[in-house]
Every structure is written in C-alpha cells, then in structure tokens.
C-alpha cells in the first residue's frame, strides 16, 4: 500500500562488517494488535543484533513492559529464539499501555532503559505504536535531564545515552499502513480467510446458499478486497469506497443473476467497518435480511472475528518479517544522532526505510480523507497496490450483455472501421502450478468485457496443434480462482516441430492474439512462434506469456504464478517435520525440493522454515563444504538447540546427490545426531493456491489482455491484424517494483538456455540473510540500504504506469 517512493542508490557498496554492534544494546518490543510473523521479525533482530556483537533485549508486554522494568526487559540469546519461527502472535507479548501515554509512564520507561544502556528500540506495531516511540524518541534529551535532576541516573549516564535511535516494523493484518506494499500478518490473515471461503463454498454449493462473510477491517477495505478478488466473490463493501444509492437493488439484481446461471453458490465479503454513502454501518446481518427478504435465496452468516489473526504465519511473512528484522538491525547500526526514525518497508520485492512520520502523516490522513466522504481521494491515498486490487475486482465484476459488446470504433486518422471484438486465444504450457486457473478465469472475463472473443485451447502447444480449441464464456469460468493444477491441461511439448499445423489452427479459428500461461517451456515456444513469423504469418498477431511455474526460474520476471504456493507447502512441511522431532534429541532432517537447476524454493523455503544449510546449483559446494556444515551443525547440537534442518535442490550437484548427502551426515554425526531424509517430489505442485497466487495471477492476466487489446488497435491494419515486430511478443513480468512488457527476444541475453535458470536471480540477495539468521559467518551486501527514502503522494494519472502486487 506504498505511495509512490523516489529511490536513493548508494554509489558504494557496503558490507555489514564495516558495521559493528560493539557496545551497543538493542530493545525489541511488539505493541498494538498481534499479527502472525511478529515472532520471526523479533528472532531477526535478536539474532542480527547478536551476530554483530550488540546486547539484544526483549521487551515483554509490550509499552508496558517497557514502564515497569524489572523482569519484562531480558536479554535475548541465540538459543531464546530457536522454535519461534512457525509460531503465530507474539511470544513476548503485547499489551496496551495508558501509562505510556503519560509523561511520567515515558519517563519511568527511560529509566529503565537507561539503566540496561538500551538507546536503540526496534518497535513492531501499527501507527499508535509508532507514533508513540517517535514521541519518546523527540522527548529523550529531555527525560534525560529530569532523570539526572532526580538523582535517578548520573550525568556520565545521560552523555552516555544521550540519543535514542528508532525503528519501526509495521505488524498489522489489516495492511493499514501507509508506505508499505504489506504489513506483517496481512498474508497469513488472508490464508485464514480463504481456508473459511474454500471449506464454506463446499457446503454452500451443496444447498445452493447464499454466505455472508465478515472480515477484519474497520477502517481499512484490504483484507475484504483482497479476499473478494482471490475467492471470486459476488459483492463486496469496505470503509474505503461505500456503495451508491440504489445497491441493494444492484446487487440482488447481481445475485439473481448468477442464480439463474446455474451458479450454485454466491459469496459476499463485508468488512467489519463497512458503511454506506451516508455514512450507515452495511451488517452482515443486514445484508442478510436483504438477500431473503428480496430473493427468498437461503442465506447464511459467517463472522471470522479473530481466527484471522490466529494460526501459524505463511511462509510470505515469514520471510517479509525476517528481511525486515535483518534491516531494522542495519538501519540502527547506521544511525547517527541526526538521523529520523524510519520505518522498514516493503516497496514490490525491496525493503525500503522511509521517514516513519511522513508514513503515519499519510496514514492519519487517509482516515480524514474518508471521514470527509472523499473516498476517492482516500483509495489514492492507499497506494498503487491498493487501487490496482480495486480497478482488478471491477473489471472482474462487471459482465457485458451481448448486446453491449461494440460493433467498432473509429480509428484516428483511418477511415476503415476498427473492428474491437477479435478472437483471442489462451492456453496453458509447462508443468501445472497452482494460479494458473485464476489467471485463465481473468484473462477469459476481461477478454469478454474489453469485447474479445475467447478461446481455450486444451494441453497445451500439444492441443494446439490437435486442434483442441473452442470458445470459453463467462460462465465456464465460474469458481476456478481457488482450483489447484491446470483445468485446460497443460504438457511441456514445444511448437517447434508442429509449426505449420499451429497456423493452421489459428487460421481456422481466425485467431488474432495470444496468451501463453506457463514456464519455461511457455518462455522458449514463444520465442519460436515469433521467430517463424517471416515464415508464417498466422504468427504475426500480439503474444504475451505470464510466468507461472513453481521454480521461478523465468528471465524477465522476479516472481512467477504458483511459486508463493510451492513455497507454503515446502514451510508447511518442514514445520511438521520438526515438530516430529518434539520429543527426540539431535537429529538432522535432509529435504529435497523442486526447481530443476533454480534454486529459488530451497533458498527460500529455507529462509522460512529456519534451515541451517541450502544447496542450490548456483552457488557451487564441494566436500569441504559439506564438512563444514557437519561441523556447524555439531556445535548446534551443543546448545538447546538440537534439531537441524538442511535443504537440497534437486539438480543442485549431479553427484552430491540426497541419498549422498544423507549417508555423509549421517556417517559424520555418529554420536552426535541421527538423520532423515525427505523427499516433498510433486506435492509441492498441487493443492489450492495460495491467496497471493491466486491474486498474482488474476491481476496480471488482466494486465495482459489490457496490452493484447492496446496491441490489437495498433496492429490493425488494412482490414487484419499485422504484427511482427518484437514489442508485440512479450513477456509480462514483475520487476522489482513494477509490472513490466518485455520482449522476449531481447530476454535470451539473460537467459542460460541450458539450466534453463536466468543468468541473474535476485532472490540470490536473501542467501547471506539465511545463512546470518543460522549463525555462519558470512557478508551480507547492503548497497540497496542505508539512506531513506521519502514517501511521496501519488497522482491519479501515474497510478497506471506500473503494478505492484
């Protein structure tokens, strides 16, 4: 929910060496509403702040803690926050605190801060909790003063602690927080959320019923947004944009619709601080009384309430809170006493600092936006992600009679018609990654409202070629945002050899466009489609891939569609597999993933799961290496810490293989620790996609068709579509903080065609992270850290020039 943020680059690179925590304590607290991932941010710091030799201590009970001393503040070890990871809320506690708000409850605070040396606070929280260590921090100098004039603390003391640096995390499932693209919890909040719609859409198409379900959100719509785009809801009412007059009638209007389709089932999402135009609470209750009342359809009521906060954190904010941690740790390090409290954010793939006031400004002005009725004006102010969820669910929303589809539209300049209503095809190419259905279900719906016709093509480049092909309507699609695999089919079989007998097909169907959904093998046949086009000119129409594989192996693209999910069920696995471990001492658990050559699951599904040690094929390892781990993992089973956890990409070596790998901890921990080994195969594959894939995929597919049908109106010409340069054969892919068309001929350069990996991966950032939080010795580049950014409001006019996620 970022507002737009001009970037600083360092122009020198620097290690985190150069950063030493010597004689410096740290404070850790969480304040406010709990929210899942606030325990792997608190071990974060804990173990950054450890690793580069400053005291670390936890703050329990939050602000509370903080002004009753004694024994809420303890120092942290190592060991203290082993197990932490895969638990949900906060285990040292919150709490909130009219004592803090007090001068005498801050001074009381400093205090015992001071006693412990303790003059860098990270705070994980909302906006209050924020605003209220930013408040301690301006009054510092002064609490100082009152404390030495008390004969509470000496004047070498108060020179001593003279500055009090800040920090702030934003913990918060709401994602309320201006400055940041999500807030720790918000992902896992979500989880929970669409667990409850997955199971009630069961039991809601067996009765043919009607649900009405309460979300979190009193002033903030996202989670209701969010949740209505992944599971495909009906309606759906937040605080940000109140529906007009007349939308009982609109919606029941909707519903009876739907019904008369043959849809068995409608969902309406409500947040819990949902209003109308004139500032009336929408209720559950009240929705419910309508639907029957209006349509005599069976409606029930389901209110979440705080299951959304519960439950163990996805492995997304698992690994949002620990990159944020590591920085929070690095940006107090780096402060001096000029330096502003900031607040570590996520902006599209990157933790940023921004100035921590500007965020809460914008925040706090949001909230007056609304209380104004300039809902608009407060959708802005929510940021590019936020508007792009709520510009998706529109376009998803509304269905186009026949009668409304356009006949044509006049050209500039041109005097023949343009015809806007062109054939568009859509398949799916590769191994099946959960979100390619969501993707398939946009693109299809988005298609027909932009006045396109639609058509799916089964198994693939294979069916293609077969002949496969037919129309898909809007109905066809109906309730696949939350099916796992791939509904059309998919297989790996490339165009190359089947050329001709693909321009057949699309020559039959008078195809003008099309959109690939897959990996790999969707990145290299589109590459060959497009160089047949002095060949063919079937292939001279308008071509976008969107990346969707598990291994997140595509060039052009940070993220792929299904990998967040793949991801889950490699955390959900290795959370189950330590817990098997409960009752038995030092043993070692040896785990293979996917991903072909990428070693992006392991890494990542490292740095969520809390493994000691990834091999991956880029980052090359010998025997020694091999040794060395055994050795570390021998020391760990010296402490408390007895359990240890070592990930194995599957093409990592061709040699050092699992079963060597097993044998060799094994032989090497005799009498140290006994050894499993796990092999997750194709369960990494299937299940239901994951909220943020299921999002991912359906924002982006709507992206594509956008460009397909901007790209159709510039290719027409003398009465066909003729398209052949290489801008019209792209590949839309997320790059670091925007949604980007690039063609994919200009993507072989960074591409190695025979690992089928891009030669440059950044999530390769994240491995010096995993390996601190681990305890190796290692260096961790932070060139993109280290200066604030400030947060900027953005224009309604820019808000289309890129696409965070």
């Known amino acids: 929910m970022a507002g737009a943020v001009a970037p600083k680059r360092q122009d020198t690179r620097k290690f985190f060496e150069n950063l030493s925590g010597a004689g410096k304590s740290i404070g850790v607290l969480t304040s406010g509403g709990d929210a899942q991932g606030m325990n792997a941010a608190v071990r974060a710091v804990v173990r950054m702040g450890i690793y580069v030799g400053a005291k670390v201590y936890f703050i329990h009970e939050g602000y509370q803690g903080m002004v009753d001393g004694g024994d809420n503040i303890k120092e942290a070890t190592w060991e203290s926050v082993s197990s932490m990871l895969q638990v949900g809320g906060t285990v040292i506690g919150s709490a909130r605190c009219k004592e803090f708000r007090t001068h005498e409850g801050r001074l009381k605070a400093a205090h015992n801060l001071v006693e412990r040396g303790i003059t860098n606070l990270c705070v994980i929280g909302g906006d209050g909790s924020l605003t209220g260590a930013n408040l301690f921090r301006e009054e510092w100098s002064g609490l100082l003063d009152e404390l030495v004039q008390q004969g509470l603390i000496s004047e070498e003391a108060a020179r001593t602690n003279s500055v009090l640096h800040i920090v702030g995390m934003v913990g918060s499932i709401d994602n309320d927080f201006c400055g940041t693209d999500m807030t720790i919890g918000t992902d896992s909040a979500l989880h929970r959320i669409i667990e409850v719609v997955d199971a009630i859409m069961t039991t809601a198409q067996s009765h043919q019923r009607t649900f009405v379900l309460e979300v979190m959100g009193r002033h903030c719509g996202y989670l209701a947004l969010v949740s209505a785009l992944a599971c495909g809801a009906d309606w759906v ?118 100035p921590l006031m500007e965020c809460v400004q914008m925040t706090q002005e949001v909230q007056k936006a609304m209380d104004e009725k300039k809902f608009e004006e407060a959708v802005r102010l929510r940021g590019r992600s936020f508007e792009n969820n709520l510009s998706t669910y529109r376009l998803l929303s509304y269905r186009k009679a026949d009668s409304e589809l356009p006949n044509g539209e006049e050209v500039a300049g041109d005097e023949e018609q343009f015809n806007s209503s062109f054939n568009v095809a859509v398949l799916n190419v590769g191994a099946p990654a959960a979100g390619m259905n969501a993707a398939v279900r946009s693109a299809v719906r988005v298609g027909i409202t932009e006045g396109h016709k639609m058509f799916a093509v089964n198994d693939g480049f294979e069916g293609f070629y077969k002949g496969q092909i037919k129309e898909i309507k ?116 040896i785990i293979e993933t996917m991903g072909g050559y990428c070693g992006y699951l392991a890494t990542v599904g490292g740095l969520a799961a809390g493994a000691d040690t990834v091999y991956i094929y880029e980052e090359p390892f010998d025997i020694r290496d091999l040794q060395a781990n055994v050795e570390h993992l021998t020391q760990k089973m010296k402490t408390s810490i007895q359990r240890g956890l070592v990930l194995r990409n599957e093409n990592c070596n061709e040699n050092f293989t699992t079963d060597f790998v097993y044998q060799l901890y094994t032989e090497e921990g005799r009498g140290v620790f006994d050894c499993r080994k796990n092999i997750l195969g194709h369960m990494q594959q299937g299940g239901a996609p994951s909220p943020f894939d299921r999002n991912f995929g359906t924002k982006v597919a709507a992206k594509a068709i956008q460009w397909i049908t901007r790209t159709l109106k510039d290719s027409y010409k003398g009465g066909r579509v003729f398209a052949n340069s290489e801008d019209t054969a792209c590949l839309l892919g997320m790059r670091r903080r925007a949604m980007v068309f690039q063609p994919v001929a200009q993507l072989r350069d960074e591409t190695d065609f025979v690992h089928r990996i891009p030669k440059e991966q950044w999530w390769l950032k994240l491995r010096p992270l995993m390996k601190i939080l681990a305890k190796y010795k290692t260096s961790y580049d932070v060139s993109d850290s280290g200066q604030l950014e400030h947060v900027t409001r953005v224009r309604p006019k820019e808000t289309n020039t890129s696409s965070t996620i």
């Open 237 to 354: 009412f937040f605080p940000e944009m109140p529906p007009e007059d007349g939308w009982e009638d609109n919606m029941c209007q909707k519903l009876s619709e739907n019904r008369a389709d043959k849809k068995r089932l409608n969902i309406i999402i409500v947040a819990e601080g949902a209003i109308d135009c004139h500032n009336k609470a929408i209720t559950p209750d009240y929705i419910k009384e309508l639907v029957v009342r209006c349509l005599g359809f069976d409606t029930r009521v389901t209110i979440l309430g705080h299951v959304q906060r519960g439950g163990t954190p996805s492995a997304f904010d698992r690994i949002l809170a620990s990159r944020m941690g590591v920085e929070a740790v690095l940006a107090l390090l780096e402060a001096s006493a000029s330096t502003p409290a900031c607040v570590v954010s996520l902006v599209g793939n990157q933790a940023v600092r921004l």
């Open 474 to 589: 809007w109905g066809d699609v109906g309730g696949w945002t939350g099916q796992g695999g791939s509904l059309l089919g998919t297989k790996r079989t490339l165009p190359g050899k089947h050329l001709d007998k693909i321009a057949e097909q699309i020559r039959i169907h008078n195809i003008s466009a099309l959109l690939v959904i897959g990996g790999f093998e969707a990145y290299v046949g589109l590459l060959e489609l497009s160089a047949a086009r002095d060949k063919y000119n079937e292939f001279c129409v308008p071509m976008v891939m969107v990346p969707a594989t598990v291994s997140n192996n595509i060039p052009g693209s940070d993220l792929s569609i299904g990998s967040d999910t793949a991801l889950n069920a490699i955390t959900d696995t290795c959370d189950r597999i330590k817990q098997s471990a409960s009752g038995t001492k030092r043993r070692v658990f």
